[in-house]
């Protein structure tokens, strides 16, 4: 370990945010290192990317590839753990200066705890995080004076929006890429199918966001998690139909003007600012031509065909567990449309009706998220399965 670089643990290194966190890490070489790998299931790129940035632990959260990780690293003096557990510990030592959020889900909120509560600064792509405990999260941040680095691309737009600024936020502006559906009648929605869904026009992501990107499932978490990253009320985040993606998000302040962080898309750019803030480094990624900007576009999102917007903004108005709720259910929704278990426009049938059968709590606590995103799963897995 080099103590003069920074020492970064990364919760999905094998996915989307992941590989590209670690692209950055190799262009800056001389100022990062990645101290900490884990992976769900893909223990084979996980043994791959162990031995070309030489952490000094791996964690693989499916036990039943233990023995193949173990055993593929033997020759390296990398420590292999397994299981939920496993990254719960990992992150909590002292060696990381930082850790990077970007697992899938629900499961990625406890290992994010666990890092709150060691004291690192968190780089965050896990949106659930906050979608589900974001009033939990925030209390935590404060009590161990933890930072969030945001890392999507949009609550990354708006977090370089505010920086310099010392007036209240008159409303939020953020972008949405509108999908590959966006033009797409109500009919049309109905016949789509999983491929058809994971070809986004703009952006290369994993599956599971793709396809909430796909029904705007993804535009409404970052609603939730603009509310708490921002402390602003949901009356002032306006989502805004942007089919280019070159303004990422924007900020409206008191007096009318308007910031706004443009670029071209690119996940990179947010991780490497989210590592090395406040300073911003060199790179050698793609500009923006702005001879090639012909058209810049913006429209109302219709909350009619694509409903998981809709919901979204209904859980806030909710509050309590109902965003957990959401949550849970969308997982369950997603994966049944990718096996082809669930059409695309049930899942925001079966979500809804999720949220009107599982258990409302307004006050709820840890364990009370972990029992309302068990009993909204079983709920939302019931309606495919009874079809």
Excluded at 215 to 233: C, H, T
Excluded at 348 to 355: G, N
Aim: include cysteine; charged fraction near 20%.
């Amino acid at each position: 370990m080099n103590k003069e670089k920074k020492q970064i643990a990364i919760l999905g290194s094998t996915g989307s945010i992941g590989t590209q966190a670690l692209q950055v890490i190799a262009e800056h070489a001389d100022l990062f290192e990645a101290r900490v790998l884990t992976a769900n299931n893909r223990w084979e790129l996980l043994v791959e990317q162990a031995r070309l940035f030489n952490p000094a632990a791996v964690v693989i959260a499916n036990k039943a590839y233990y023995e193949a990780v173990r055993e593929s690293l033997a020759d390296l003096p990398i420590a292999v753990y397994a299981g939920a557990e496993a990254l719960c510990q990992v992150v909590e030592g002292t060696e990381i200066d930082m850790v990077l959020t970007a697992m899938v889900g629900f499961a990625g909120l406890p290992p994010t705890i666990a890092a709150i509560r060691a004291g690192k600064p968190i780089a965050l792509a896990n949106k659930e995080t906050m979608v589900v405990a974001g009033e939990l999260i925030n209390g935590l941040c404060h009590q161990y004076q933890v930072p969030i680095l945001p890392v999507d691309s949009e609550h990354s737009a708006i977090f370089q929006s505010l920086m310099g600024e010392q007036s209240p936020i008159e409303k939020i502006i953020l972008t949405a890429s509108g999908g590959p559906f966006r033009t797409f009648t109500r009919e049309q929605l109905y016949n789509v199918t999983p491929a058809m869904a994971l070809k986004h026009p703009n952006w290369d992501m994993g599956a599971k966001i793709t396809i909430d990107s796909a029904s705007m499932m993804n535009k409404g978490f970052e609603v939730i998690e603009a509310k708490w990253l921002f402390g602003v009320e949901p009356k002032r985040i306006q989502v805004v139909v942007h089919p280019q993606s070159v303004v990422h998000s924007a900020v409206q302040f008191a007096d009318g003007a308007v910031k706004a962080q443009l670029g071209v898309p690119d996940m990179r750019v947010p991780i490497q600012l989210a590592f090395s803030f406040p300073q911003r480094l060199q790179s050698t990624f793609d500009r923006l031509d702005w001879y090639a900007m012909h058209d810049l576009t913006f429209e109302r999102p219709d909350t009619e065909r694509f409903r998981c917007l809709a919901l979204a903004y209904e859980s806030l108005r909710q509050g309590g567990n109902m965003p957990c709720i959401i949550n849970a259910a969308n997982e369950i929704v997603n994966r049944a449309f990718l096996e082809g278990r669930c059409r695309f426009l049930e899942m925001a049938d079966i979500i809804e009706k999720t949220m009107q059968r599982a258990t409302f709590m307004a006050k709820p606590t840890y364990e009370n998220y972990l029992e309302t995103d068990k009993e909204a799963r079983r709920i939302a897995a019931e309606q495919i399965t009874s079809k």
